[in-house]
């Protein structure tokens, strides 16, 4: 029997949600729907994939947990995910105004400490 697990995420942005899965080395697909909504499909080996679905406000994965084929349990990949994600962000979005990333430095206790610059 099928439990699908619905989380909820800060996921917002297609690009930098696909910015994210690719520094991970996390394969995936497209999927494209009818309206035009572009869905993120994690492939397992088990042939249950991972779905990055678009609910109208933010991405949400959804997975069976019973499942699960990944390296490492849901919690640490939604973790590793938003920490990713919020990295690509922040990157991004400095890069708009201006800023550059100079470094990138992950501490003992699992934080990211990014350093930007901007030259006037």
Same mark, same amino acid.
């Not at 550059?100 to 699992?110: A, C, H, K, V, Y």
């Given at each position: 029997? &099928? ?10 942005? @297609?690009?930098? @949600? +696909?910015?994210?899965?690719? $520094?991970?080395?996390?394969?995936? !697909? $497209?999927? =494209?729907?009818?309206? !035009?909504?572009?869905? =993120?499909?994690? &492939?397992?080996?088990?042939?249950? /994939? ?7 406000? %933010?991405? +949400? ?7 699960? /084929? !990944? ?7 939604? /973790? ?7 990295? %690509?962000?922040?990157?991004? %979005? &400095? ?7 100079? +470094?990138? =430095?992950?501490?003992? /206790? ?5 350093? =930007? %610059? $901007?030259? &006037?």
């Amino acid at each position: 029997m &099928s439990h699908f697990t619905h989380i909820q995420t800060s996921f917002q942005n @297609l690009s930098y @949600l +696909e910015k994210t899965l690719n $520094r991970l080395d996390i394969g995936y !697909q $497209r999927k =494209l729907l009818s309206d !035009q909504t572009i869905n =993120l499909c994690i &492939s397992q080996k088990n042939s249950h /994939d991972i779905h990055l679905k678009w609910n109208g406000k %933010e991405y +949400e994965l959804i997975a069976d947990i019973s499942f699960w /084929d !990944q390296p490492y349990p849901i919690n640490s990949f939604v /973790d590793k995910l938003s920490k990713q994600y919020a990295s %690509e962000v922040i990157i991004g %979005e &400095s890069q708009k105004i201006g800023f550059q990333s100079t +470094e990138s =430095l992950q501490n003992i /206790d699992g934080s990211n400490v990014l350093i =930007l %610059e $901007r030259w &006037s």
